[in-house]
């Protein structure tokens, strides 16, 4: 009995374990992308700046307060040569900042009709499809053709094996 055990036990451990797995993917893809329209604008604001020397004041320049539909508005300065004869410098600066906007028209065929543009304006026209496409064959094969300005076309193929033993 004993021996029987034996050879059992030695036919058992003598018997090659086996563990394979194979995987096999395959991906094919085809992406198409138009381009949005797109405003990014920065409004600019007003500034006023004097300096000089040997220069007197009578009237200080300025800016005017904006309101909601207009924008500040400069104001006169009155300013007079402190002793004649001599030396003299001066400066004065205005920066008159953007109206107010308080609307935006939107979108017609992709494109922004009347943009807000303001005294720092990014503008992007939306893209055109035109002739893009893509297609995927049995065969496997992504095929694109390009479009108009905007757009943009990929096609893919993927294949992955992998075997385990």
Known sequence: MKRLFLLAS???????????????RITDSVQLTVDGPAVQSTRIGSSYSVSGSNISVETLGGLAVATATAPALATDGSYDINTDGQAFSFSETTQIGDTPVTSQSCCSSGLITAPNLYGDSITSSGGTAGSLAGTLTAAGVPTVTAGGAGTTAIGQRTIELSVFQ
């Open 10 to 24: 030695a036919l058992f451990l003598a018997t090659p374990v086996s563990a394979a797995e194979i995987t096999s």
